[in-house]
């Protein structure tokens, strides 16, 4: 599966971006999907997941202002983002494993390249 994430960009807070993940394989709804950031020195990390069936998971720190949906027919994921901080600043990995539902880097078999968000203050 090639992944390719777009979206991001430079805003400030409180603002929003909505990031989009393509997927080329056919078989999208056998993937659940997510979306990890890392900003540089730190670890990546979790933010949401979607399931294959279609429920979603959220990292605490973005409950509430994020959003992650899916649509099957255009095999791309997206990923809302409201009331976006500073801290949220990043680069966005969407990332796919078949039909998983855990949301560990190391349990994520596809990446894609990453998109860059910057949040300024």
């Known amino acids: 599966v090639q992944l390719q994430a777009s979206g991001g960009g430079l805003v400030q807070a409180g603002g929003s971006l909505r990031l989009s993940c393509a997927a080329s394989?056919?078989?999208?709804?056998?993937?659940?999907m997510g979306w990890f950031r890392q900003d540089s020195g730190q670890e990546r990390e979790f933010v949401a997941g979607?399931?294959?069936?279609?429920?979603?998971t959220y990292a605490d720190a973005v409950k509430g202002r994020f959003t992650i949906s899916r649509d099957d027919a255009k095999s791309t994921v997206y990923l809302q983002m409201n009331s976006l901080k500073p801290e949220d600043t990043g680069v966005y990995y969407c990332a796919a494993q078949m039909y998983g539902d855990r949301w560990s880097s190391g349990s994520m078999r596809y990446w894609g390249k990453g998109t860059l968000v910057t949040v300024s203050s």
């Open positions: 394989r056919r078989a999208f709804n056998s993937y659940s």
């Open positions: 979607i399931r294959w069936s279609g429920g979603s």
